[in-house]
């Protein structure tokens, strides 16, 4: 069980706070005052927290193949050797950060991590969407991701368009908390132009 702890939380993309008691990892809904509308608010546990932002590098994988022809939301897949050096500690759910490819340009990010109930995965994955439009694929290629956030834990749904929907909210909400000072500091990390340590 979880230690219950009360906390003033600023929920960025409702552009309100809220005061809330909750147990670290699990989710729970309040209730802005002056409002009937409910928030749902999930907390991560201390260790996962700790864990942020964490730096990540791999190559770009061939993935289930579901991406843009199922959702279309095309996603770049990391190798297994990257998904390893998760820390044990690290939630599976939706995180949002910055990530190039090849030394290239940093853009804005949603990253999947874990097993995708929705599509009864038995592996554990991390599917990157890149908030930009390529020309082309880049199956083999470099890429780097700093994870700094995290948004919900991975849900099941009960058809195709509910996921449709679900992504494309967590999208338009992560626009805009990468924009926060906070966030957007780290589309200059140094860590995308360095050279990989041989």
Same mark, same amino acid.
């Given at each position: ?71 279309? !939301?095309?996603?770049? @897949?990391?190798?297994?050797?990257? %998904?390893?050096? *998760?820390? &044990? =500690?690290?939630?599976?759910?939706? $995180? !949002?950060?910055?990530? @190039?490819?090849?030394?290239?340009? %940093?853009?804005? *990010?949603? &990253? =999947?991590?874990?097993?995708?109930? $929705? !599509? ?79």
């Amino acid at each position: 069980m979880g230690t219950v702890q009360e906390e003033l939380v600023y929920i960025g993309f409702e552009g309100c706070y809220v005061l809330i008691n909750w147990k670290a990892g699990q989710q729970n809904s309040v209730t802005q005052a002056g409002s009937s509308s409910k928030i749902t608010v999930v907390a991560m546990s201390n260790e996962a927290e700790s864990s942020l932002p964490f730096y990540v590098e791999g190559k770009v994988v061939t993935g289930f193949q579901r991406g843009s022809k199922a959702l279309g !939301f095309p996603t770049a @897949n990391f190798d297994d050797n990257a %998904v390893a050096t *998760m820390p &044990v =500690s690290m939630d599976n759910g939706v $995180y !949002f950060g910055w990530v @190039n490819i090849n030394n290239g340009p %940093v853009y804005k *990010m949603l &990253v =999947s991590i874990g097993w995708n109930p $929705y !599509f009864k995965n038995e592996k554990k994955s991390m599917e990157v969407h890149i908030l930009n439009k390529f020309k082309e694929d880049f199956y083999g290629s470099q890429i780097k991701a700093v994870i700094i956030g995290y948004l919900r834990p991975m849900l099941d749904f009960n058809s195709i368009d509910e996921l449709r929907k679900a992504i494309a909210d967590d999208l338009e909400k992560v626009v805009d908390l990468l924009e926060e000072p906070e966030s957007a500091v780290f589309k200059d990390d140094k860590y995308f132009t360095a050279e990989k340590e041989s």
